[in-house]
């Protein structure tokens, strides 16, 4: 994951070095659902109990992201997590488009096992 | 009883040897601003330094210090650190905060030494500390202008000089976001 680029209308913006940071941050949360985040069960129990087991995106692993603030003065809304639901469907776009086969569990695998 | 040097000040404690720094610091010295998070060095969120170098202090005892202690009660006595600490306002990094003791403790270390800083230095500094709130390319951005503040203080009237983010952000007409440009990393490791 190299680039991503986002735009987001919220109206307007009271602090938009603020709601840029909303939305870069999203943007990592976002990726870590896609590729990463995954709880596993074996024989009744979870098997991840710490961050040597669960995964999280780190500091190299966070894409140069684009922030486009668009102002169209529309009622304001909120910008808390905004961009979180956004990130795994379009990764899930950009992968399917590079390998020809498409993914419909999260997270996504570099070599998916049950492509659909 | 063992004789520790923190935040340049001399202090006897009274503790197992095999007890880990983190808790020497919070419970001992009761300087709470280093965090427990993981417990088990897989987090960053509990990183000093010892003489100079970052620390997981979760996972180091009593007995292996071996030189002075500083937590981000005293980085700001450090002129890089204080750097670090005024980037980090500007470009206004901190969400929940909980990481953020770590990661300043981190990228202080970092900006110590007289190493090149590429953006495959900083993540491979910063890689240690995570954080939940997904700050990394504000953290990223502000490492960079706490070196570009050290490199301006050492050649004179450029320090306190404003960026050009929080001007270009400040315009709220403005369609872009006005942020600077953000390096490419390497690729997410499991994809």
Known sequence: MHRITTAIDAGSFVNPLGAAAMVESGVIHGLGQALLWEITLRAGQVEQGNFDSYRLPRMDEAPAIDVELITSGAERTGMGEAAVPTVAPAVANALAALTGRRQRRLPLKAAPAEAV | ?191
């Open chain 2, 1 to 191: 009883m063992k004789r520790l040097t923190v935040n340049g000040k001399g202090v006897d404690i009274d503790a197992d040897a095999s007890t880990p720094l983190l808790w020497v610091l919070r419970d001992h010295l009761g300087l709470t601003g280093t965090k427990y998070s993981c417990g088990i060095g897989a987090c960053g969120a509990c990183t000093v330094h010892i003489a100079g170098k970052p620390v997981q202090s979760c996972v180091t005892e009593l007995k292996a210090i071996d030189g002075p202690v500083t937590t981000i009660e005293g980085v700001s006595t450090d002129r890089v650190g204080k750097a670090v600490q005024e980037a980090w306002v500007k470009l206004d990094v901190v969400q929940c905060g909980y990481c953020q003791s770590g990661q300043i403790m981190a990228a202080t270390a970092l900006l110590s030494s007289p190493a090149a800083l590429s953006d495959a230095e900083i993540d491979a500094a910063m890689r240690a500390a995570l954080c939940r709130c997904g700050t990394y390319p504000r953290i990223r951005a502000a490492i960079k202008e706490a070196a570009r503040a050290l490199r301006s203080a050492q050649s004179g009237p450029l320090f306190n000089a404003p960026i050009d983010v929080g001007a270009a952000a400040a315009s709220a007409d403005s369609r872009r976001s006005g942020l600077p440009e953000l390096p490419v990393c390497s690729p997410m490791q499991q994809v």
